[in-house]
C-alpha cells in the first residue's frame, strides 16, 4: 500500500460512486483505459479484487468496502491541507473548522456570517453540522477546531468549554395555529392541544411527559411521525396543527422570519447553556480569533430566557 498514489485513491472513490469506468473517466478527464489500468495496478497491490465487473458497470467487493473510508479520509485530509496552503498563499489568512449543533447554529452563528467575513476577510471558515455531542463525530474526517454545542456533562481530555449563550425549552407553533394570535397559553390550554414528539430520553421528551403527568393531562395528543431532522419539523409545524416543544435557541432563526411564535407559557424550563468546546494548547491565531467572535455579544438568547 505504500506504493498506492493519490490518483489511485481518488479512482477508488469516484468509481464506488458512479459505478462505471466510462462515467468515472469523464469525471476525472482520464480515459477509460487509464481508468482500467489504474484500478489493475491498485488491485496487485493490495493483492484482492476490490470491484466486480458487470454489464452495467461495476461494483464494490467486501474487501473494496473496506479501503473506501480510508481513501475517502485520504482524499479529505489533502484536500483540507490544500486548502489551507493556498488560503495562506493567496489570502494571508488560515482556514478554521467549525462543527455546530442545530441549537449552536442558531444561537451562536445565524445572522453573524456577514458580520464575520467582513471583519475578518482572510480567514476561511469551514462550517459542517455536528452530528452527535462529541470532538469525532462531526461530519469531518478531522477533528474541527473549535466546537459549537450544548455544554457536555464531561469534557474530553485536553479540550475546554466557554460558555457563550444561556437557553431554555420553549413552545413554538407555526402563525396559523389557533394559539398563535393571543401569543400565550396557560398549561391547560398546552393539554389540550396536539404535538410534535421527540426521541424517547431526550431533554424535550422528559420535560413534555413531566409537564403531562404534574398537570394531569390525560394523554399527550401527538403526531405519530418522530422527528430528527428540523426541515420536516418545521415542514409539520407549518400545518398549524401541532405545537412543538424545542429549545429557544433552535427556534431563533425560525421565529425571526415570522412564519413561526414562541408562545408565552409557563412549560418554558431553563436547560444546558450553549457554548464553545476548543483545544487551547492546539488552537492558533486564526481559531482564537474565531472564538472571540463566537463570545462576543453572544448572549443573544439572554433577553428570551
Known sequence: ???????????LVVLADLGSMRRAAQHLNMTQPAISQMVAELERLVEVDLFLRHARGVRLTAPGRELLPAAEKIISTIGDAAERVTNA????????????????LGALLHGRMA????????????????????????????????????????????????????DQLSVVCHKSHPLAETGSASLKELGECAWLMHRVGSIARNHLEYLAEANGWTEIKS??????????????????????????????????TGEFIELATPAAE????????????????????????????????????
Not at 89 to 104: E, F, K, M, P
Not at 236 to 252: F, N
Open 1 to 11: 500500500m505504500l506504493r498506492a498514489k493519490f490518483r489511485h485513491m481518488q479512482i
Open 89 to 104: 498563499s493567496q489570502n494571508g489568512g488560515d482556514i478554521v473548522h467549525v462543527a455546530a449543533s442545530a441549537s449552536a
Open 115 to 166: 458580520e464575520f467575513a467582513a471583519q475578518h476577510p482572510n480567514t476561511l471558515l469551514q462550517i459542517s453540522a455536528l452530528e452527535g455531542t462529541s470532538t469525532g463525530s462531526s461530519s469531518q474526517e478531522a477533528s474541527p477546531d473549535l466546537i459549537c454545542l450544548r455544554e457536555p456533562a464531561v469534557l474530553p481530555e485536553g479540550w475546554s468549554f466557554v460558555d457563550c449563550a444561556p
Open 223 to 256: 403526531c405519530r411521525i418522530n422527528l430528527h431532522i428540523p426541515e420536516l419539523t418545521r415542514e409539520i409545524l407549518s400545518t398549524g396543527q401541532y405545537l412543538a416543544l424545542l429549545p429557544g435557541s433552535v427556534l431563533r432563526p425560525w421565529i425571526s
Open 270 to 305: 431553563p436547560i444546558a447553556p450553549l457554548g464553545v468546546l476548543w483545544q487551547p494548547d492546539r488552537a492558533g491565531p486564526s481559531t482564537r480569533k474565531v472564538l472571540d467572535f463566537l463570545r462576543r455579544d453572544a448572549d443573544l438568547l439572554t433577553a428570551q430566557v
